[in-house]
């Protein structure tokens, strides 16, 4: 009977040793599933974020045009006012000229509106201006 006993008790300690082995495999298994459930993540997030920077990339791009854009045609408003501000001093001043009437503010809104172009226009208006006498001839 005692070595009936010694081989139940030997087999008991197997199958022990076999539910321990199995459920440190299931353990094993466990984690293992785990670490490629949060490898898929980490790479679908990656490719979220690249998305998202191609996107952001994208906008940047397109909002810097806007901004030259903007920019242009804000420069352009700018000349075509500056422009017309000179036009409507030549005809003031003109006008004036032609009336006989005192030139000094007309004289003083034509040197105003040349001052804000940057041309090459700029300073012929600007000499021309500042030979004419601000009021009447002198006799």
């Given at each position: 009977?005692?070595?009936?006993?010694?081989?139940?008790?030997?087999?008991?300690?197997?199958?022990?040793q076999h539910q321990q082995m199995a459920?440190?495999?299931?353990?094993?298994?466990?984690?293992?599933?785990?670490?490629?459930?949060?490898?898929?993540?980490?790479?679908?997030?990656?490719?979220?974020?690249?998305?998202?920077?191609?996107?952001?990339d994208q906008i940047r791009v397109e909002?810097?045009?806007?901004?030259?854009?903007?920019?242009?045609?804000?420069?352009?408003?700018?000349?075509?006012?500056?422009?017309?501000?000179?036009?409507?001093?030549?005809?003031?001043?003109?006008?004036a000229i032609e009336k006989g009437a005192?030139?000094?503010?007309?004289?003083?809104?034509?040197?105003?509106?040349?001052?804000?172009?940057?041309?090459?226009?700029?300073?012929?208006?600007?000499?021309?201006?500042?030979?004419?006498?601000?009021?009447?001839?002198?006799?």
């Amino acid at each position: 009977r005692r070595p009936a006993n010694e081989t139940a008790e030997r087999f008991r300690g197997l199958l022990r040793q076999h539910q321990q082995m199995a459920a440190e495999v299931r353990d094993i298994e466990v984690k293992q599933a785990e670490k490629r459930t949060m490898l898929r993540f980490s790479e679908a997030w990656l490719q979220e974020r690249l998305q998202r920077i191609g996107a952001l990339d994208q906008i940047r791009v397109e909002l810097a045009a806007l901004h030259m854009a903007h920019k242009a045609r804000a420069e352009q408003q700018h000349a075509s006012h500056i422009s017309h501000a000179v036009s409507m001093s030549i005809l003031a001043l003109s006008e004036a000229i032609e009336k006989g009437a005192p030139l000094g503010r007309h004289v003083a809104a034509l040197q105003a509106a040349a001052t804000e172009r940057s041309d090459s226009d700029t300073g012929i208006v600007l000499a021309a201006t500042g030979s004419m006498p601000s009021s009447g001839v002198p006799t």
